[in-house]
């Protein structure tokens, strides 16, 4: 089946410093990916949609020049959190879909990211 | 505007009971819907899609124009499905949208 992965699944760092998070497509080509943030007992954000050699989508209320999304190849994107802050901690997780159709997403297993 | 509802955050019930987990969808044209399950520790997964029309475990879920609904249904409830359940919707722009998620407790 299809495999996505993401690393680092955990990362620790301090305020005013980036972190980047990998999101890989490991069996097939994900023209499409996406990012997600979940809030503890919350449901799924999403943040951005990231389609390969464009600039991504951003969801409403969502700063563009805080998250980084990079998608540069049709096998990996990237969420860079810049000058992340406390309030940036949370459980990012990506998706990626196969393919040019509407279907099943394929979720890697999330990054959870604590900003001391 | 696009909108996913899932009305209940926590659904219990006893191990053997029914369970209907609901969904409402509202969205101007033809929706792909889909019910993805995460279970404890694990990423999210694809449980079911209405295209498809199969039972996936147990669970049906059958897509209601008319109540714009696309409720989630198992006659007999078992505590392996004790997990939480997001209803999709997914538009002809690249676009998901899911619901927020029912938090289904199968107790013993």
């Known amino acids: 089946g299809a495999v996505v992965s993401q690393h680092p699944s955990r990362v620790i760092c301090k305020s005013g410093t980036s972190v980047k998070i990998e999101c890989r497509s490991l069996?097939?080509?994900?023209?499409?990916m996406f990012w997600y943030r979940q809030f503890p007992k919350q449901s799924l954000m999403l943040m951005a949609t990231s389609n390969e050699g464009s600039k991504a989508t951003y969801e409403q209320g969502v700063e563009k020049d805080k998250f980084l999304i990079n998608h540069a190849s049709l096998t990996l994107s990237t969420l860079t959190v810049t000058s992340a802050h406390p309030e940036d901690s949370s459980f990012y997780i990506c998706?990626?879909?196969?393919?040019?159709?509407?279907?099943?997403?394929?979720f890697g297993p999330g990054t959870r990211l604590t900003v001391l | 505007a696009q909108r996913v509802t899932q009305p209940e955050k926590l659904l219990s019930v006893f191990k053997g009971a029914p369970v209907e987990l609901k969904c409402n969808y509202s969205y101007s044209g033809s929706p792909e819907l889909f019910w993805y399950v995460q279970y404890s520790r694990q990423r999210l997964q694809l449980l079911l899609r209405?295209?498809s029309r199969e039972s996936i475990k147990g669970f049906t879920a059958d897509l209601n124009k008319g109540e714009t609904s696309f409720h989630l249904k198992k006659p007999f409830a078992q505590e392996e499905d004790s997990a939480m359940y997001y209803c999709?919707?997914?538009?002809?722009?690249?676009?998901?949208?899911f619901g927020t998620g029912t938090r289904l407790k199968v107790l013993a």
């Open positions: 998706s990626a879909l196969p393919g040019l159709a509407l279907g099943e997403q394929f």
């Open positions: 209405h295209i």
């Open positions: 999709a919707l997914a538009s002809g722009t690249y676009k998901y949208i």
């Open positions: 069996d097939f080509q994900a023209t499409t």
